[in-house]
């Protein structure tokens, strides 16, 4: 079994800074890609952010700029920076880690509980 577990969303004002993490533990044998998603009510999770296992990172627009991910390896966590939060910011954030459990495996996706973000005065 793999586990996500996500921490650190909660309420702050707009120009504020959080910074969640996303610990993996469990069955595993190799972490590939993880990133960190985003989805409010209505709308189509989306992707934030996403850092390789060699630290190329990629963003969307909306965040570029404003948001750091990062990854510790030791630590088998991701980190998602959040600096200068903005009211559209606030969504449920969700981690997602590509892990192989076994030599013999491929990598399949594995998501975090999710954590909310409010961006509110």
């Known amino acids: 079994q793999v586990q996500l577990v996500e921490s650190g969303g909660g309420l702050v004002q707009p120009g504020g800074s959080l910074k969640l993490s996303c610990a993996a533990s469990g069955s595993i044998f190799i972490i590939g890609d993880m990133a960190w998603y985003r989805q409010t009510a209505g709308k189509q999770r989306e992707l934030v952010a996403r850092i390789t296992n060699s630290g190329s990172t990629i963003y969307a627009d909306s965040v570029k700029g404003r948001f750091t991910i990062s990854r510790d390896g030791t630590k088998n966590t991701v980190y998602l920076q959040m600096n200068s939060l903005k009211p559209e910011d606030t969504a449920v954030y969700y981690c997602?880690?590509?892990?192989?459990?076994?030599?013999?495996?491929?990598?399949?996706?594995?998501w975090g509980q999710g954590t909310q973000v409010t961006v509110s005065s």
């Open positions: 997602n880690v590509a892990v192989a459990q076994t030599f013999w495996s491929s990598r399949t996706p594995y």
